[in-house]
């Protein structure tokens, strides 16, 4: 019998370690799945390079250095950049819209709204050499607003009061331990409508379009793809082949080579979008939207 159980332990060993790691095998097997590489996947150089631009703007230090990146790599001879945001704060949509506007000096792009280019998105995509959207996107809501959670009856129903000290008359502009008053209204107006004008200004110049007719293709208007290529906002509708194509043309390789998307960076990425929309939708926000 003690033979027996020396002859199978190996047998009985892998079957009881299998047996007490079932769920991490599984957990790894398919994570291995889904982010291993196809069998078909390209080794060529390639030279035509896809940029993501996915999820609400907060943060674009990563999509920025992707496009400094290729504009200084030789090797890439036009740029896609793939939209689908609802917008989102100010700065960093204009770091990605100056950083097209660089791009756009060296060699071509072309923005492709796959789902919402709105707002912040609709920004950062304005100094492409074109912009493609597909006919089932949503396009424009050109407008700048601040928003913020009035705390103060909750406060007070469960015993929690706010102490101050400041110096400065609109040093608590936007707080939300109480109501805003009409001269702190006021104050965050004046910059929402600076910000306004600027936005609608760098739209007119980048798409070639009369300011003073701004109330036709801003003032937060919301268009499909067809209506927004009426008012002058987008150039052509088209899915993600056309777009692709579009950008060949336009940079004349003979043998286009277009970058894989790392499957990972990609998950972690949506992931930090998902959790950057929840941290920012109760708390005020300078944002457009």
């Not at 100094?127 to 406060?155: K, R, T, Y």
């Amino acid at each position: 019998m003690e033979g027996l159980k020396k002859l199978f332990l190996p047998i009985t060993a892998t079957l009881g370690f299998i047996q007490n790691h079932f769920k991490a095998m599984v957990f790894v097997l398919i994570v291995f799945l889904i982010f291993a590489p196809t069998d078909s996947q390209d080794l060529r150089p390639i030279n035509l390079q896809q940029i993501s631009l996915i999820g609400p703007i907060f943060d674009t230090t990563e999509v920025v250095e992707q496009i400094d990146a290729a504009r200084e790599d030789d090797r890439i001879k036009g740029v896609l950049l793939n939209v689908d945001s609802p917008g989102g704060t100010v700065p960093p949509s204009l770091e990605v819209a100056y950083a097209i506007k660089r791009l756009k000096e060296e060699k071509p792009v072309v923005v492709y709204a796959s789902g919402t280019l709105a707002s912040g998105s609709y920004y950062a995509s304005i100094w492409a050499d074109e912009i493609m959207a597909n006919p089932g996107s949503m396009v424009g809501s050109i407008g700048v607003i601040m928003q913020g959670a009035n705390l103060s009856e909750l406060m007070e129903k469960i015993g929690i009061s706010s102490q101050v000290i400041k110096a400065g008359k609109y040093k608590q502009v936007g707080t939300a331990d109480r109501e805003w008053n009409e001269d702190e209204k006021e104050e965050l107006n004046k910059v929402i409508q600076g910000t306004y004008q600027m936005f609608i200004q760098d739209v007119a110049e980048a798409r070639g379009l009369d300011i003073n007719q701004s109330d036709h293709y801003a003032n937060a208007h919301i268009f499909t793809a067809a209506q927004a290529k009426a008012v002058g906002l987008i150039d052509t509708l088209g899915v993600s082949y056309d777009a692709k194509r579009r950008v060949e043309k336009l940079s004349e390789v003979t043998d286009p080579a277009w970058n894989k998307e790392d499957k990972f960076e990609k998950f972690m990425r949506t992931l930090g979008a998902e959790g950057s929309m929840l941290i920012h939708t109760y708390f005020p926000a300078y944002s457009l939207r």
